[in-house]
């Protein structure tokens, strides 16, 4: 990545050379807002057509519909901002990606690097204040390093785990005379990310799998990064093997949803037949997922009696909270392949008969149907979250569209990982690390602009979606007929489930006061507002909003006291699962040390 | 993490860097953003020509979150090697120290003694102080500043430890 060749061409500015690497590296889009220190390139941005630039209305958004346009797309998602509240503004959305590992690079604006230090106006320590929200993090100090920085701050953010990577650009080195390079093909300096397994490993893992009698994969967020291919992979092996498969949050969409070997989601809201997989299994194989403490519950008692195979591209997360037997660094999609390879050429299956039995233990424990609600069907009747979600998923599924589903944070967020199927990878983007409330919106307008045509959802909350709500501008501005589908119950429904569960029912500061009138609000962004109040309008509303071809609210209003279950509650472990309401009563003890794991 | 239980042990780390503004910041965040001890941490440049720096960094901890100290610091972009000198074979490890003692009378003449046992060097004397110079390892330094505590010991500014392995291996 080092080698510089200076090409002999007529000197350019720093913006024109930075367009020009952002051009080679196959940037399409940039989302972004402007500000004095960027003004430089906001000039070049304007005298050119290659790249398209994207206003938002406000930075965070910015990144957040770069994670989404990346995450659907699997490629890099690019923003630019000003200096500092620009910057800092981003910050938010700069430790969403690196949580979720999503390729962005985000260029901010600089005082001029004379004025560096001197508290200067819209200055701020960005390198200092992005580090630890960032993979990796630039201060372009010479003109000459600039595209070469440019690439290798692609190549950091796309390569090994993705992430974030920020490139701070003082103003002077915008404006001066560049030296342009092309991205070099030697390897960098330093940073050098494995991806190929080591071969012992995989054997250990394959004799694993054919030792199992009660195996599971535990599938994450890495095999979506790893690309579409290691999600058909999965596949195969999971046909060829019979094994059963959960995914993580992340992980949505890498197993079809109506695959039989699905068993749901796992973890704290995940399903009873997931978790108690997990509990129960001898051999555990973890594909790109991190034993996150909302995946694990108490880890004392995290899955007792499996041999564990963790397949990770990130060495530091093996042994990070949980010990494995079969560690293996590399890239999902490869391992995938090479142990389904493996698993063919030497017929490592599982026995037959051990497996057999497995899956009938795993069908009893899907009898007890830990999903289910009760929806009454009587005219006039109050709207299930859960059902909401359920109808929107089937009426989208007969629309026959590819559907793109984006979330805000809360219980919304869980009923949509919960109820709303995903057959292909990267359809689903989600804030699972932070947890970032205002997700949804612009990451769905990130997802919009990459795929024009695509039916776009942020399935929100009240609450979350006022995080974001300026970006309705945005949606205007580019005409992007993104759906808004909130489920409306009037609380921050996660912090009331809490507060009833552990805090005695004091419901301090959770109820949504003096809510927007949302229909009013979408047409004065003129967009399409919605409202479903009873069980009567919402199918009408769901299929006027999917047929609407504009930027839509659709307002659910649910039942306010609707809590998400299944439920492993803090400190628990995947066996001790409350299944609903009626059976938390027998469970009412939760210690301090369960309670300061929420 | 269930690396709080078990027993520690100290380890003596070197990281070879590139020499570019902000590693360090990159590594001492990467200490105190994830809870990790530092009991001592040294950097300098070593080799120009390369533009790489060498930080030394002595910590404790139990070996699943040594593993971790070091499973996050080779994540680190600019960081080219990690080495856990205490768990890779025998090495040599050294602190430099400088000592102000003030004190006359008795007590400076047992300070002279207690410094000529330990082969401290006098960098700096008056009438009534001296400044020593003493290397070695940290437990050496840290018996002779008890030594010097009741003699007069005014004033200490200690390197941190450098290490190096012993023999033939390097881990440039």
């Known amino acids: ?598 | 993490m269930s690396g709080e239980t078990g027993l520690t042990r100290s380890a003596t780390i070197a990281v070879l860097v590139e020499n570019e503004a902000g590693v360090l910041a990159r590594v001492i965040g990467l200490f105190s953003g994830r809870g990790y001890n530092i009991d001592s941490l040294t950097v300098a440049a070593i080799d120009e020509d390369r533009g790489r720096s060498r930080i030394t960094v002595a910590t404790r901890g139990t070996e699943q979150v040594i593993e971790q100290i070091k499973a996050q610091l080779n994540r680190i972009v600019p960081v080219h090697r990690v080495a856990d000198l205490t768990a890779e074979g025998p090495h040599v490890a050294r602190e430099l120290a400088l000592i102000k003692v003030v004190a006359t009378g008795e007590p400076r003449g047992q300070a002279l003694q207690i410094a000529d046992a330990f082969r401290a060097k006098i960098v700096d004397t008056t009438i009534e102080s001296f400044v020593f110079e003493l290397t070695g390892s940290t437990d050496k330094i840290d018996a002779f500043l008890d030594l010097m505590r009741p003699l007069g010991l005014a004033e200490i500014s200690r390197s941190g430890v450098a290490a190096i392995a012993r023999g033939t291996r390097t881990i440039i």
């Open chain 1, 1 to 598: 990545m080092n080698a510089v060749t200076p090409s002999a061409e007529l000197p350019l500015s720093g913006a024109q050379i930075l367009l020009r690497a952002l051009k080679e590296q196959g940037v399409e889009v940039i989302f972004g807002y402007p500000g004095g220190a960027v003004l430089p390139i906001y000039d070049a941005i304007f005298q050119q057509n290659a790249i398209r630039h994207i206003l938002v209305r406000h930075e965070q958004a910015a990144v957040h519909a770069a994670e989404g346009y990346a995450r659907s797309t699997g490629r890099v998602g690019v923003v630019l901002v000003t200096s500092g509240p620009g910057a800092t503004n981003a910050v938010t959305g700069l430790v969403d990606a690196l949580m979720d590992s999503i390729p962005v690079v985000c260029l901010t604006g600089q005082v001029p690097t004379h004025l560096i230090g001197n508290d200067a106006f819209q200055e701020a320590d960005t390198v200092g204040i992005t580090r630890p929200a960032t993979k990796h993090n630039y201060l372009v100090k010479k003109s000459g390093d600039l595209a070469r920085i440019v690439h290798e701050a692609f190549y950091v953010a796309r390569s090994g785990r993705p992430g974030p990577v920020v490139i701070d650009l003082p103003k002077d080195i915008l404006i001066n005379p560049a030296p342009y390079v092309e991205a070099s093909r030697e390897a960098h300096r330093s940073y050098r990310p494995r991806t190929e397994p080591d071969r012992a490993q995989i054997d250990k893992a394959v004799a694993l799998i054919r030792s199992a009698k009660r195996p599971i994969l535990y599938v994450g967020g890495g095999v979506i990064n790893a690309g579409p291919e290691a999600s058909a992979t999965l596949r195969e092996l999971v046909a060829e093997t019979g094994i059963p498969c959960t995914n993580t949050l992340m992980g949505l969409g890498t197993l079809p949803a109506s695959d039989p070997h699905f068993i749901g989601m796992l973890g704290m809201h995940g399903t009873y037949e997931a978790n108690m997989a997990m509990h129960g299994c001898d051999v555990m194989l973890n594909i790109g997922a991190r034993f996150d403490d909302r995946v694990t519950g108490r880890l004392s008692a995290f899955s007792p009696g499996s041999r564990k195979v963790h397949v990770d591209i990130d060495a530091s997360n093996i042994n990070k909270n949980v010990v494995v037997d079969v560690p293996i660094v590399g890239d999902a999609g490869v391992v995938l392949r090479a142990l389904l390879d493996a698993v063919r050429a030497e017929g490592a299956r599982p026995d037959r008969t051990a497996m057999a039995a497995w899956w009938r233990q795993i069908d009893a424990w899907r009898e007890k149907r830990s999903l289910d609600f009760v929806q009454p069907r009587e005219p006039g009747s109050i709207i299930k979250p859960q059902h909401a979600v359920r109808r929107l998923y089937e009426l989208t599924q007969q629309s026959g569209r590819d559907t793109f589903i984006t979330t805000e944070v809360g219980q919304h967020q869980m009923w949509a990982a919960q109820h709303f199927g995903f057959e292909r990878p990267n359809r689903w983007m989600t804030s699972g690390g932070l947890g970032t409330m205002g997700y949804g919106l612009p990451a769905a307008m990130g997802v919009q602009i990459a795929h024009p045509d695509a039916l776009v959802i942020d399935i929100a909350g009240e609450a979350s979606i006022l995080m974001n709500i300026q970006e309705m501008g945005t949606l205007a501005q580019y005409r992007l007929p993104v759906k808004v589908f909130i489920l409306n119950n009037q609380y921050m429904g996660m912090v009331r489930q809490w507060q009833e569960l552990l805090h005695g029912g004091r419901y301090s500061e959770s109820y949504s006061q003096s809510l927007p009138d949302f229909t009013k609000l979408a047409e004065s962004f003129h967009a399409v507002g919605m409202r479903a109040t009873t069980i009567d309008d919402l199918d009408r509303v769901i299929l006027e909003m999917i047929k609407c071809d504009r930027a839509v609210i659709a307002d659910i209003a649910v039942d306010q006291g609707e809590n998400v279950y299944p439920m492993i509650p803090s400190g628990a472990a995947h066996n001790e699962m409350l299944l609903g309401p009626d059976k938390s009563r027998n469970n009412a003890e939760v210690t301090n040390a369960g309670m300061v794991l929420v």
